[in-house]
């Protein structure tokens, strides 16, 4: 009998990041992983058409496109050189077939934030209609505030709803992120308001380390941290999403492991303690 | 000719941690520091009534005791410990002639954030006759979010404000700490609403380094990091706070050097920087 819970599993390629995408593609069909979110960096090595027949002939759903963004820059060049990157982004995407790129938005350290959350909106501005005309969504993640110095000046789901909202287009809205989100006060609040308004496109699942010893690369697996997931998914659920349960895991303890086995502890996490 | 500036600077002894107290009172008044903040840790050596004489004779204003709060536990007991242990911060800060205890309200591992946010108000409410008896007020201060697991459920200016609104009294606000609340998209009109409330009733200063190596113990020198100090520092004094600018900064890096060199950087950056 199929496990509907796992029919909906997705994973990032980084999660398993010293695979190959032909590596990653073999070990999730293995795994009986479903879908796959592909990180730029994993079609360098086969260049980007022949990922797209190696994806196409895997038999996975494509899920998203990680990543674009990064739009704050100190200068019109900067900011331009951003946006190209970005609508090249989105045409990667259409050609892998993801339906969706993910916005890690970007800041510049010292810009003031308000001037780097102006740049982004302008950003996605620019590139929202080649992304309409490729037929390819924007998903804003907000990232955790830790990460306002150099990485997203969007640093909550209200922050990242109201850009959707200022935006308003049906081609922008928001990746929720746990890792990123499960401290906020208003999360139960924005995940419903998002459902409600149709701008809920993705979901990615992680752990919190309570003794969390590096900024970037310590996330944990689920249950291994203190993020009541069952709990949040529960109300990504109620907010209609009915999409799917990425799991994206930068670890560097996990990247030591083997990569195989490493996926199969993912998995076991994923339907034991979410 | 005195440096209006140099008038308001206060010291946490936490920013000095090797010194004993006897040692920071003859650092600070030999660099010209006007004001101490007193981590509870910097009592024992000398004991409370001891440390008291000397806080007194060293002609240096007692600004805050450091710190009450972690409310919140896992059973009825372990939070009658914490209600205990705040009223006895509270005099002891009474006794030292601190008019203020800064609370870091508390967390517990897996416990969900809204039922140590329910345990938070309730400690508050039970400590709050205690401080207006002892004439000692309470400063909530809002942690990052990246201390929500286990030090911090209040993790925004604008939750730290309700929650002083829903306790409604005069001897309750808020201690707004650049490194906590930088990012906030709040942060100027939280910082103007509780001026107007009349609950600003403290500022801490150090600074966000943009390759932060540890959660902890990597915080900056004014100057050092990305925050915007001194465009801070303005929303708090047009807010109408005309307090102490107290520099509190937790770095291993800084611990391990000759404290008094450490200590003119900091008053150096102080004037410089902020």
Redesign the interface.
């Known amino acids: 009998m199929p496990d509907p819970l796992l029919s909906r599993l997705c994973i990032h390629t980084a999660t398993t990041k010293p695979w190959s995408l032909r590596q990653a593609l073999d070990g999730y069909r293995a795994a009986g992983v479903a879908g796959i979110t592909v990180w730029r960096d994993a079609l360098a090595l086969e260049g980007v058409a022949e990922s797209a027949r190696m994806l196409r002939d895997s038999g996975l759903a494509v899920v998203s496109l990680c990543r674009g963004g990064f739009f704050p820059a100190l200068d019109v060049a900067g900011r331009q050189r951003a946006i190209d990157d970005n609508k090249q982004a989105i045409d990667e995407a259409a050609t892998i077939g993801a339906p969706l790129v993910v916005l890690v938005c970007g800041a510049v350290?010292?810009q003031?934030?308000h001037e780097s959350?102006r740049q982004i909106a302008e950003g996605i501005h620019a590139i929202e209609p080649h992304a309409r005309a490729r037929g390819v969504k924007l998903a804003v993640e907000p990232l955790?505030?830790?990460y306002?110095?150099?990485r997203s000046a969007i640093?909550?789901l209200r922050?990242a709803r109201e850009l959707c909202e200022a935006i308003a287009s049906d081609h922008v809205g928001v990746a929720v992120d746990v890792y990123h989100c499960?401290?906020?006060?208003e999360l139960e609040v924005e995940i419903a308001a998002l459902g409600q308004a149709k701008r809920l496109l993705a979901f990615h699942l992680c752990d919190?380390r309570?003794d969390?010893r590096h900024?970037l690369t310590d996330r944990g697996l689920m249950g291994d941290?203190?993020i009541?997931i069952a709990?949040i998914r529960g109300c990504v659920e109620r907010a209609g999403f009915k999409g799917w349960n990425e799991v994206e895991i930068f670890s560097s303890e996990k990247w030591a492991m083997d990569q195989g086995v490493w996926l199969g502890e993912v998995v076991k996490a994923y339907r034991e303690r979410c």
């Open positions: 350290p010292g003031p934030l959350r955790h505030p830790m306002a110095a150099d640093n909550s922050q499960w401290w906020d006060p919190w309570v969390t900024l941290g203190c009541d709990g």
